[in-house]
T-cell receptor, first 112, second 109 residues
C-alpha cells in the first residue's frame, strides 16, 4: 500500500526533552512538509524539503529541526527551545512543489 | 505569510440540505485545494483546482477556482451524516501552501 506513515500517533514527553516525530512515505514523492495544527486554526508550515539533503524553514520553524537524508523519510525534532510544543503535527508529501499534497494521519504530541 | 480567510467558521445543518463554504485571499494562487479532516486524523484531499474559472465535481462535492485566482468555494449537495468534519481550503504557489482555519460541519440526522 502506498502512503504516508507517521509514528507514533500519540506521544507524551516531559518539558525540556527533545522528541523526534517520524514521517515515512513510499509514494516516491520529492517534496515533503511538516505542519502544526492547533485547535481552531489552520495548518501552519514548520519546514519543507524539495529534495534529499535540502530543506527550508516555514513560518514557524523556531524550536524545530529536520533532516532529509533519504527521499522516503523526513523526521521532525521538537526541541526544548519550542515554547509551546503541545499540538497535532502533520506530515505531507507531494510529487513536486506544484502538485497537491497528501497527508499522514498525524502525531498528537503532549508535553507535560 | 498571508493566511486564507475561510467562512463560515462552523455550520449546523439538517441531513439532506446543501452546504456552501468559501475561501478568499489577498494574494493570487496557482492552485486551490479542498481537504476534509476527521477528528484525530490527517486531512484527506477532496478536490484540486488548477485553472482560474475551473469548476470540478467529485460526487456530491463541487468546487470552483475563482476567476480572480484569489478565491474558491466548495459546495456539498444533499448532505449526509458522514459529511461531518472540518473542511479546509488551501492555496498553493510552488513551495508555498497556505491553509484556511477550517469550516466545522455538523449534520443533524
Amino acid at each position: 500500500d502506498g502512503g504516508i506513515t507517521q509514528s507514533p500517533k500519540y506521544l507524551f514527553r516531559k518539558e525540556g526533552q527533545n522528541v523526534t516525530l517520524s514521517c515515512e512515505q513510499n509514494l516516491n514523492h520529492d517534496a515533503m512538509y511538516w505542519y502544526r495544527q492547533d485547535p481552531g486554526q489552520g495548518l501552519r508550515l514548520i519546514y519543507y524539503s524539495q529534495i534529499v539533503n535540502d530543506f527550508q524553514k516555514g513560518d514557524i520553524a523556531e524550536g524545530y529541526s529536520v533532516s532529509r537524508e533519504k527521499k522516503e523519510s523526513f523526521p521532525l525534532t521538537v526541541t526544548s527551545a519550542q515554547k509551546n510544543p503541545t499540538a497535532f503535527y502533520l506530515c505531507a508529501s507531494s510529487i513536486d512543489r506544484r502538485q497537491e499534497a497528501f497527508f499522514g494521519q498525524g502525531t498528537r504530541l503532549t508535553v507535560v | 505569510g498571508q493566511q486564507l480567510n475561510q467562512s463560515p467558521q462552523s455550520m449546523f445543518i439538517q441531513e439532506g440540505e446543501d452546504v456552501s463554504m468559501n475561501c478568499t485571499s489577498s494574494s493570487i494562487f496557482n492552485t486551490w485545494l479542498w481537504y476534509k479532516q476527521d477528528p484525530g486524523e490527517g486531512p484527506v484531499l477532496l478536490i484540486a483546482l488548477y485553472k482560474a474559472g475551473e469548476l470540478t465535481s467529485n460526487g456530491r462535492l463541487t468546487a470552483q477556482f475563482g476567476i480572480t485566482r484569489k478565491d474558491s468555494f466548495l459546495n456539498i449537495s444533499a448532505s449526509i451524516p458522514s459529511d461531518v468534519g472540518i473542511y479546509f481550503c488551501a492555496g498553493r504557489n510552488n513551495n508555498d501552501m497556505r491553509f484556511g482555519a477550517g469550516t466545522r460541519l455538523t449534520v443533524k440526522p
